[in-house]
């Protein structure tokens, strides 16, 4: 017995640091969140005193912060979509490819994370603008100009381009790990590519879809820089009117509520895909 207890010692100093790690910048500044979003809010301090769920209350009864919120989770699904529509093709390719071009494609689907988020921006800016070469390109051919920046057009085309590799990375990891030997066995029984593909290949690879879709809904949904830099204030996201909450107008405790809210339905939207994924592996099976 004392043995035992002698094991699990040196194993739990180990593991202290990474406790104390996770309790401080995890779970305390939460713990805090939490608090301050019951606050009422003051024009002298930071918080009033005392505790409230008005915060809570403004958001869930006000079409205004509802109607961002299903902004919010629009712009994060249709990223998810067209980042999953190009994505997944590439990344089956990459997966199964032995070409010596490989380490090239790697580069190339990288390539965006070498790069800040704020000079991607202002890469788009350049290219969608009125006056940008998008515009000029379709005058040549008697098309536009359109208006393709300040609104949710240029934010979804920025995000994809930005959060793209965290859906071709899962896939791909997902494609490489396939044995071969599945899809020769179901060839050998008489299958043809596109049951093979339906039955046997894609089953297989819906983990790392899983995984994709989940890094860059909440990635998307989560977004700051993009929205303002692309959106120009005319895409409000309950992430932009969070942050304005808190550093425009101080106003702590309704943005530690927005960030719960936003945090609350996230959490909700992910469970009910993992389930509806169930349903579908299911289905494929």
């Known amino acids: 017995m004392s043995g035992a207890t002698s094991y699990?010692?040196?194993a739990l100093l180990l593991g202290l640091p990474a406790?104390?790690?996770?309790?401080l910048f995890i779970i305390l500044p939460y713990a805090e969140i939490i608090l301050m979003s019951f606050r009422p809010s003051s024009t002298s301090a930071i918080y009033g005193e005392g505790f409230t769920v008005a915060n809570y209350v403004r958001i869930l009864t006000d079409s205004l912060y509802l109607g961002m919120l299903a902004d919010t989770f629009w712009l994060a699904g249709l990223t998810t979509l067209f980042c999953l529509v190009l994505g997944f093709p590439v990344a089956f390719h990459l997966g199964r490819t032995q070409t010596r071009w490989r380490g090239l494609l790697y580069a190339l689907v990288l390539s965006p994370l070498l790069t800040g988020v704020v000079i991607r921006c202002f890469g788009w800016i350049v290219l969608l603008s009125n006056t940008g070469l998008v515009n000029e390109l379709l005058s040549l051919v008697g098309l536009g100009p359109y208006r393709l920046m300040y609104n949710q057009v240029g934010v979804v085309v920025a995000q994809v381009h930005v959060f793209l590799p965290f859906m071709i990375l899962p896939i791909m990891n997902s494609v490489q790990n396939i044995d071969p030997r599945y899809e020769e066995a179901a060839r050998t029984m008489g299958a043809s590519r596109g049951r093979v593909f339906r039955h046997v290949l894609l089953p297989l690879t819906m983990p790392g879809v899983q995984?994709?879709?989940?890094?860059?809904?909440?990635l998307s949904a989560s977004a700051y820089v993009i929205?303002?830099?692309?959106?120009?204030g005319q895409v409000q996201t309950m992430t932009t009117v969070m942050v304005q909450q808190l550093m425009g107008s101080l106003l702590w405790p309704f943005g530690a509520a927005l960030a719960l809210v936003l945090a609350a339905s996230m959490t909700i939207a992910i469970v009910v895909f993992i389930l509806l994924m169930k349903r579908s592996m299911r289905g494929l099976a």
């Not at 995984?211 to 909440?218: A, I, K, N, P």
């Not at 929205?227 to 120009?232: E, K, N, Q, R, S």
């Open 8 to 10: 699990r010692s040196p």
């Open 19 to 23: 406790i104390v790690a996770v309790g």
């Open 211 to 218: 995984s994709g879709v989940l890094l860059v809904f909440v």
């Open 227 to 232: 929205p303002v830099l692309l959106g120009g």
